[in-house]
């Protein structure tokens, strides 16, 4: 009879160094983090293994690269085409709840722990609109756009659905200069 041997990582033959880790995916793409522990810098990037492309995310470097061990990325949307490429990111932190990414164009984010981006606990991708969901069951939606240059910007928030309890006011937050 053979003896049953429990799966382990080194009986893996990965060509992803350890410091490696999957932090999202949509469709074929993967969002990958690579932990450089010893200057404590993580850099960010896309990779297809199916086409073999990788898309560097350097406007994510600048933002998140050098966070706290406490950050995480709590979720990741991709939209890449050859016509249109978008990248959202959901973390963990109220100073970039959500952040907006067209490669080689820049970022957008919203103001330090502004409303309702620091209630949003989900988030979904469908045309130009990025639905959030709160903790409250409020739903917002925001739209969208890209400037001259590319930049994505969220440029509306319509509050769709609020809880009984929520506020009726709901402040947009929103600012032309917020972009890296």
């Known amino acids: 009879m053979q003896e049953y041997t429990p799966f382990k990582r080194s009986n893996i033959n990965s060509s992803f160094p350890d410091r490696l880790r999957c932090v999202g995916s949509t469709d074929s793409w993967l969002a990958l983090d690579y932990a450089d522990d010893k200057n404590k810098i993580h850099t960010y990037f896309l990779h297809n293994p199916f086409s073999k492309e990788v898309v560097a995310l350097p406007e994510l470097d600048a933002i998140v690269g050098n966070s706290s061990?406490?950050?995480?990325?709590?979720?990741?949307?991709?939209?890449?085409?050859?016509?249109?490429?978008?990248?959202?990111?959901?973390?963990?932190?109220?100073?970039?709840?959500?952040?907006?990414?067209?490669?080689?164009?820049?970022?957008?984010?919203?103001?330090?722990?502004?409303?309702?981006?620091?209630?949003?606990?989900?988030?979904?991708?469908?045309?130009n609109r990025l639905y959030g969901i709160t903790q409250a069951e409020d739903l917002f939606s925001l739209n969208i756009s890209f400037n001259a240059d590319g930049l994505p910007t969220v440029t509306n928030i319509k509050h769709h659905i609020r809880s009984g309890d929520a506020d009726s006011i709901v402040e947009s937050d929103l600012d032309e200069d917020q972009h890296t």
């Open 69 to 127: 061990e406490l950050f995480q990325i709590r979720k990741v949307l991709i939209r890449l085409t050859p016509d249109d490429q978008l990248v959202v990111i959901m973390t963990n932190n109220w100073n970039y709840p959500i952040i907006l990414i067209r490669p080689g164009k820049g970022a957008w984010l919203p103001r330090p722990q502004a409303t309702p981006f620091i209630n949003i606990i989900d988030i979904v991708l469908l045309g």
